[in-house]
């Protein structure tokens, strides 16, 4: 077999730190090989070096033999290598077609073939078992169905090497399955793929080699054969699996926010919540189920949401402002923490005390001083992997940059915590901190809602489960008296209550 991209000796360093060491990487043609490490491993940079999105310092990458040039996309895709990153480049005024075609049209004598474009357009879903409207436009896609446009977009430029960067961490369980059905479509026609993701089951479930970094370095690899989902999170960490798991709260205290009647239109209807001082509630159920609309409706950012809300027993006007829900002692940790809840260009410090200003300045003036010593105590606490400096948030791993959103809020120190998909997209070491960061929380007397897909994450951290389905709450759990699995829950959010 022999090899479709192959890197020699890599090593990339921003500043004085390097995030990839010395990395040398054979990824054999027509398999799928995944890369997997905690955060801060260099597993992204890795995949931009391959791309040739970030130029290595030394090294070499060769695709089907082809050496390229760091720093040059257009010459890996040539070369036949295309990625898929998290951040999607579909262009939303554009249609499907000419999305798929975008950069290399269909032309005659310098106009366009509209037509021959459409045509192959709708081969390409019949040989992949999608259908799209080839006039539609991509600003009406969902995320799934964007990232099927750029893997559309790469086999009919010829690409024979996908590389993809956390593409399920945006998905639903079903959108996750139809895109590991994907994979396999791809493998059977030869592409060979290169997976970048924290999703263990899936890594196992679709690889053919496993590579793990850690510390920017090569550590261990191997066939698919030769790892477990433990043996892969102790080789990452070395921490076994499964360490921070049944953590319960053991101080419940009086009722911080009780919310009666809350609706928003179209999204959720007549939902009511308690959450006590002490307690971590989850709320779970299938995507769409209304999970995060409440949260956003508690959290004042829906304006058109209705409800009553009490806090500490005392009514108090419903927030149909986020600012309105901050007096109350109500903050959102939300579930884009690049776009929603970080600003990227801005320092790791400067976005830890972003909503907390006034706590570290005096007549207007901010003291940096003070604010990179509370932001150095709470991601201390929350074991982020590199020096707190005044470097952009944006340079950190997607693990990190979490932990610097969740110090955002802890920083605030609102009477109720609300937080949406906490553990999106990171690593399973990442997990244990950010979990851990906030079950102290709660048992620091404060209240926390959550939302988690993760069904075995909202079983092991929260008090009482809450399960959501088509905008209601439709059965509450409370894992100090009852011990539900995950079946269990995914049968009441599924509405499967009354079968055999």
Known sequence: MSAAVMCASVSKRYGLATVVNDVSLT???????SIVG???????????????????????????????????????????????????????????????????????????????????FRELCRDFGVEFDPKQQARNLTVAN??????????????RVLLFDEPTAALSERERRHFLDLIGELKRRGITMVLVTHNLTEVLEV??????????????????????????????????????????????????????GVSLPG??????????????????????????????????????????IFMGGRASRWPRRVRTALKLGIGLIPEERKTDGLLLRMSVPDNVTLASLGSVGKFGFVSRRRQFAEAKTLLTRLALSREVGNYPVGWLSGGNQQKVAVAKWLHRDPE??????????????????????LRRTADEGKAVVMTSS??????????????????????????HTSSPTTGDILHVAFGLEGTP
């Not at 964007?146 to 690409?159: C, M, P, T, V, W």
């Open 416 to 437: 109720v915590l609300l937080v949406d998909e906490p553990t999106r997209g990171i690593d399973v070491g990442a997990k244990a901190d950010v979990l851990q960061a």
């Open 146 to 159: 964007a990232q099927i446009i750029e893997i559309l977009r790469a086999i009919q430029s010829g690409s």
């Open 38 to 120: 905690a955060n801060g491993a260099g597993k992204s940079t890795l995949l931009g070096i391959l791309s040739g999105r970030t130029p290595a310092d030394s090294g070499t990458v060769s695709v089907f033999d082809h050496e390229l040039r760091g720093g040059s996309p257009a010459e890996a895709r040539r070369a036949g290598l295309a990625a898929v990153y998290q951040e999607l480049t579909v262009l939303p005024a554009l249609s499907l077609t000419e999305n798929v075609f975008l950069g290399q049209p269909i032309t005659t004598g310098g106009w366009l073939r509209r037509r021959a474009m459409k045509q192959q």
């Open 207 to 260: 690889s053919d080699y496993i590579t793990v970094m850690t510390n920017g370095r090569k550590t261990a690899e191997g066939t698919v054969q030769n790892w477990s989902r433990r043996a892969l999170v102790e080789a990452m960490t070395g921490v076994p699996e499964g360490e921070w798991q049944e953590l319960r709260g053991k101080d419940i205290r009086e009722v911080a926010l009780e919310a009666r």
């Open 267 to 308: 999204a959720i209807e007549d939902v009511a919540l308690t959450v006590r001082r002490g307690e971590v509630v989850g709320l779970a159920g299938l995507v769409g189920s209304g999970r995060t609309s409440l949260l956003r409706c508690l959290a004042g950012a829906e304006s058109r949401s209705s409800g009553q």
């Open 454 to 479: 993760e069904i075995e994450e909202v079983l092991a951290i929260c008090d009482r489960v809450i399960v959501m389905r088509d905008g209601r709450a439709v059965a509450e759990m409370d894992l």
């Open 27 to 33: 990824i054999k043609e027509g398999t799928v090989h």
